[in-house]
């Protein structure tokens, strides 16, 4: 648990220290990739979390996913490590959550089918292991999703191993 403490600390202050020039070029490169792999899957209902801090910025992604019509769900973070999947219909009507975190500004629920969640992370590893914040959130939510889940991550992020338990839940494919 210590290991795992050092590096939330470590990937956080070197991703908090990204150039912002930088690391707008990695961000839209990161949405490129991430729109391909959309494409390639035929995804028609995307799980995204809206990001906060320094985490990659994919409000452009999402902004055109949402006009071509693919339907975009995110997380509200409620008490008891518990998400609560809600359909997103426009970036302007976002309200702040617990622990810094964003959800649409309205309660409308979604409760279907999710295609591909994309999963922020502190770091991945080379078997597709993730690093979060270590509240748990994504583990519990995850391990009873059976779509496919791709993490993001900048290349420093992506670890040749991770310290791993056996409630954590690996991706099905890590872009960097």
């Keep these: 648990m210590r290991e795992k403490k050092d590096l939330r600390i470590q990937m956080l ?61 995110t997380p509200k973070s409620l008490k008891g490590r518990k998400l609560k999947n809600l359909a997103l219909h426009s970036l302007q009507e976002l309200e702040e959550g617990i622990f810094g975190t964003k959800h649409p500004a309205h309660d409308e629920e979604y409760t279907g089918p999710i295609d591909l969640f994309i999963v922020p992370g502190l770091a991945f590893d080379k078997m597709n292991y993730r690093l979060g914040y270590g509240a748990g959130y994504y583990d519990n939510f995850l391990s009873t999703q059976p779509g496919y889940k791709a993490g993001i991550c900048y290349p420093f992020q992506l670890l040749e191993e991770l310290p791993t338990e056996a409630h954590d839940v690996p991706m099905d494919k890590v872009i960097d």
């Design 13 to 73: 202050a070197q991703r908090d220290a990204l150039d912002i020039v930088f690391k707008t070029r990695l961000d839209i490169a990161l949405c490129a990739k991430l729109e391909q792999l959309i494409e390639l899957r035929g995804a028609r209902v995307v799980h995204a979390y809206l990001p906060m801090g320094s985490e990659i910025d994919i409000y452009p992604l999402l902004e055109k996913l949402l006009s071509v019509g693919i339907t975009v769900v």
